[in-house]
């Protein structure tokens, strides 16, 4: 990982030199039209000049002039075409890059969702096979395609992020640059035709491209730049991973609304603490399989997937009684941290007795107990 600093490639290559497996490096963005793609082209042309074997995997220009200036003289691997329903789409060529073995390859739009019939259905597991076979590989990507950051975005700028990154992918990345433009500079760029064509600048500009959302999208990014910078020193100094004792447990049940906003409310508090963190699907003799009905099984199943992309530990755990349960994991994985979704019980039956919350806090003095929101 390095700085936000454009740096020189030199850094880079001293990374290349040091593994077998193939090292990476993206630029991150905040919005279209920062540069992502322009810096990373740059830097195939520095690479170039000294030397070493770079090639262009996929490069989306959208047709800016500068952007396409940049690609002049860079090898280009070609793109492979695909039949879906009629029409015929370009997609990377993964096997014909493993073939070309390139040193560095250049691959743009991390979060590109690739054509039916292709290999991997996502770019950034073609990307993975790439570094898996020793080639390095330069890519670029923006924050609100990262998959904790799903209901932070939703919530900023209204918009339902589809094509979403694994935050591990993240992880695995070497160096990561920050590509900023105040929102000013990006909305004139916008004005000026840098970025969309003259018929999609009034609709951008009222919708996605608004001086608060791109506000809100470019502190996210700033944030997360200083946070893994923040880890890589602290990686450093130690000779790992940070010597915290930390562990987060996000506790799921069938019935429990939100599920995905518990874990990337979990997973993102795991990495802040750089801990280990698991979700814990709690079956009590009411969430036995055969007691459920089919629909809640399947979201549970599509629940504890999203736990593995988002870098926890998919677990179940059994007992006669949630809080019960809930305490005995606790004890057993020496559990610190403690996220659960806010009770629906109607207010009639919390007058009753004591909510699982209470419970919780009695039984387990010793653990921070997050009861989280709902996303709005």
């Not at 077998?20 to 082209?41: H, P, S």
């Not at 830097?43 to 500068?66: F, N, P, S, Y």
């Not at 923040?230 to 940070?242: A, F, T, Y």
């Not at 629909?295 to 736990?307: E, P």
Request: with cysteine; proline share 4%; hydrophobic share 40%.
């Amino acid at each position: 990982m390095s700085s936000d600093h454009p740096a020189s490639p030199e850094q880079f290559l001293n990374l290349i030199r040091q593994q077998q497996r193939g090292r990476l490096k993206i630029y991150l963005g905040f919005a279209a039209g920062v540069g992502k793609t322009y810096e990373m082209l740059q830097e195939g042309q520095r690479l170039k000049r000294r030397g070493v074997d770079v090639a262009i995997g996929i490069v989306e220009t959208h047709g800016r002039a500068e952007t396409v200036a940049q690609v002049e003289g860079l090898e280009q691997i070609p793109r492979r075409r695909i039949e879906y329903h009629g029409v015929v789409l370009e997609e990377m060529d993964l096997d014909a890059i493993l073939a070309c073995g390139p040193k560095v390859v250049l691959v743009d739009e991390l979060a590109h969702t690739n054509a039916p019939g292709s290999r991997n259905a996502k770019r950034y597991q073609d990307v993975e096979e790439l570094l898996n076979s020793g080639i390095n590989v330069i890519s670029t990507l923006n924050i609100q395609h990262l998959e904790s950051l799903y209901d932070m975005v939703e919530r900023a700028t209204g918009v339902k992020v589809k094509e979403r990154v694994p935050d591990y992918v993240l992880a695995l990345a070497d160096q990561l640059i920050n590509v900023d433009l105040s929102a000013e500079d990006l909305r004139e760029r916008l004005l000026a035709g840098k970025i969309y064509p003259a018929e999609r600048i009034d609709r951008a500009l009222d919708n996605f491209f608004t001086q608060v959302n791109l506000t809100q999208l470019r502190e996210l990014a700033l944030e997360e730049v200083a946070h893994r910078l923040d880890r890589q020193r602290c990686q450093s100094k130690s000779g790992g991973l940070p010597g915290g004792s930390a562990r987060v447990m996000v506790c799921l049940s069938s019935r429990g609304p939100n599920a995905e906003h518990l874990l990337r409310k979990g997973g993102r508090l795991a990495d802040r603490l750089s801990a280990p963190w698991y979700a814990v699907y709690i079956q009590t003799p009411r969430e036995e399989l055969t007691r459920i009905e089919a629909a809640a099984q399947r979201q549970i199943s599509n629940t504890l997937a999203l736990v593995q992309q988002l870098g926890g530990v998919p677990m179940t755990f059994k007992g006669s009684d949630v809080v019960s349960t809930i305490s005995a994991f606790v004890r057993e994985y020496g559990i610190t941290h403690i996220v659960l979704g806010r009770s629906r019980r109607p207010w009639y039956r919390r007058m009753l007795g004591q909510s699982v919350l209470d419970r919780l806090l009695m039984t387990i003095p010793d653990a921070d107990v997050l009861v989280a929101g709902s996303p709005r």
